[in-house]
């Protein structure tokens, strides 16, 4: 899970990289490559890509809502200090439990809300806080985490119902075809660099998500998920020593309340 989180931070540090580049375009890249590793490991696996047909609308409803979600991040990324983009996005599993409560039938407790609060409280005070963060960009950021919540989902949804990686393989497509049609028409010539991190973005992800897969099966999900926060503390101290990004105690606080508020969530639920 280490290893998870770790690729992860390079992957967010990447995409903060190629600010110049259209977060689209970024998106298209970082989706191909991955595709193109599932394609192949699915090949060897002699699993049917496409999945059953009865769960097409699944699928794509969680490659949509997931390839948004990822668009809107990276744009969070590159706008905002890297520290509150990666943090306004662990806002997601509030939406997750909230839409599971909705269309899953699965129940939440009072204290729940409370918690729920609390984390949105700290994403307000992190705009008070930070003249660097924007509403547009709270709200894109907000968005994304909301969208992530729906990908969740849908992937629920098709527990037991399909291979992992032929959901994975989805994800990739549809990202693949949102950022290419983007791309064709906006396309922004990288550079040798850019290049670079282009694959670098696309190649940790990938096996960021793989190590990830691995540490849930093998883990207890409340010990996994806890550790998904040190993330946190990587993109802090990426910004600030990449970029100049300062972290500041008001800033901390904020970012804490999230954390906060979703741990307790975590704990209640593991709790229950």
């Given at each position: 899970?280490?290893?998870?989180?770790?690729?992860?931070?390079?992957?967010?540090?990447?995409?903060?990289?190629?600010?110049?580049?259209?977060?689209?375009?970024?998106?298209?890249?970082?989706?191909?490559?991955?595709?193109?590793?599932?394609?192949?490991?699915?090949?060897?696996?002699?699993?049917?890509?496409?999945?059953?047909?009865?769960?097409?609308s699944?699928?794509?409803?969680?490659?949509?809502?997931?390839?948004?979600?990822?668009?809107?991040?990276f744009?969070?990324?590159?706008?905002?200090?890297?520290?509150?983009?990666?943090?306004?996005?662990?806002?997601?599993?509030?939406?997750?439990?909230?839409?599971?409560?909705?269309?899953?039938g699965?129940?939440?407790?009072?204290?729940?809300?409370?918690?729920?609060?609390?984390?949105?409280?700290?994403?307000?005070?992190?705009?008070?806080?930070?003249?660097?963060?924007?509403?547009?960009?709270?709200?894109?950021?907000?968005?994304?985490?909301?969208?992530?919540?729906?990908?969740?989902?849908f992937?629920?949804?098709?527990?037991?119902r399909?291979?992992?990686?032929?959901i994975?393989?989805?994800?990739?497509?549809?990202?693949?075809?949102?950022?290419?049609?983007?791309?064709?028409f906006?396309?922004?010539?990288?550079?040798?660099?850019?290049?670079?991190?282009?694959?670098?973005?696309?190649?940790?992800?990938?096996?960021?998500?793989?190590?990830?897969?691995?540490?849930i099966?093998?883990?207890?999900?409340g010990?996994?998920?806890?550790?998904?926060?040190?993330?946190?503390?990587?993109?802090?101290?990426?910004?600030?020593?990449?970029?100049g990004?300062?972290?500041t105690?008001?800033?901390?606080?904020?970012m804490?309340?999230?954390?906060?508020?979703?741990?307790?969530?975590i704990?209640?639920n593991?709790?229950?």
């Open positions: 899970m280490l290893l998870a989180v770790t690729l992860f931070a390079a992957m967010n540090l990447g995409v903060k990289g190629l600010s110049q580049v259209p977060a689209m375009e970024v998106v298209f890249f970082r989706c191909l490559v991955s595709l193109l590793v599932s394609f192949f490991w699915l090949k060897n696996l002699r699993v049917y890509r496409w999945g059953q047909p009865k769960n097409l699944r699928l794509l409803g969680r490659g949509i809502s997931g390839g948004i979600a990822l668009f809107l991040f744009v969070t990324v590159q706008q905002m200090p890297l520290a509150t983009a990666v943090t306004i996005q662990y806002l997601s599993p509030i939406f997750t439990a909230i839409i599971a409560m909705l269309f899953l699965e129940k939440l407790k009072n204290i729940q809300w409370l918690f729920f609060a609390i984390s949105f409280a700290g994403a307000v005070l992190l705009k008070g806080f930070d003249e660097r963060v924007s509403w547009l960009y709270l709200g894109l950021g907000i968005v994304s985490a909301l969208l992530a919540g729906v990908a969740y989902n992937v629920r949804s098709l527990s037991g399909e291979h992992p990686l032929v994975v393989f989805y994800f990739q497509v549809v990202g693949v075809i949102m950022g290419g049609a983007f791309t064709a906006n396309f922004h010539l990288p550079s040798l660099s850019e290049w670079g991190l282009l694959l670098m973005v696309g190649l940790t992800a990938h096996f960021a998500q793989v190590q990830l897969t691995k540490a099966q093998g883990e207890r999900v010990i996994i998920t806890s550790l998904v926060y040190l993330g946190a503390v990587y993109a802090a101290v990426f910004g600030w020593i990449f970029f990004e300062i972290v105690i008001p800033n901390v606080f904020a804490g309340l999230i954390i906060s508020g979703v741990l307790l969530n704990w209640v593991n709790k229950q």
